[in-house]
């Protein structure tokens, strides 16, 4: 019997680019980590977002709007106008679903998905991706720095300069790398 290796969720802050990092590793060897329709339904559920299934047809309409947020935040973050096709997916999505915030008795909030499905859910994340497309929130779109990964992510940092999705993964890495080829080029001989 073989076990199938399903990588882990990338969690951040920002629920829109945390949903563009269930894609990772873009620009090297993709790693995806929402293979199956249960695993959407486990990330949705990690964002308060419970949905009773998925379908694989949700699953593929899921990124979709993965696809769509993605490719608006880069434009975004080089400046370039936003693609028609993913706005057109982005807002379709944003209104097909029904979800609406909610209060619990300890005075913090969450979402309440009319009908517990993934359209609904999908609609939260649209959502969040037109607020932070449209520079509504307090922050930065920028592009990892990490020329294999670079993924989306919102800056909120005091002076937006952030280079890295996540320091513990791709700013580690780079760090690394760098390390490792001025350890190389001060241990090789001299002409």
Known sequence: MSVVYIPEFRLGKVLATSFTATLTERC??????IPVPSRLVDWLAV???AVDSCTESQ??????LRESIHAAATAVAKQAPLPAPAIQVINDCSTHGQASPVLTPEGSWGWRLSSGSVEDALSVVAAD???I????RSGKIALCA????????????RGRTRRWCEMNTCGNREKKERFLANKRKSSSPAP
């Open 133 to 136: 497309i449209a520079g509504e």
């Open 59 to 64: 699953l593929n309409h899921a990124r979709e």
């Open 146 to 157: 990490s020329p294999t990964c670079r993924a989306a992510f919102f800056d909120t940092s």
């Open 28 to 33: 090297g060897e993709p790693v995806e980590r």
């Open 129 to 131: 991706a037109i607020s």
């Open 47 to 49: 964002y308060g977002l």
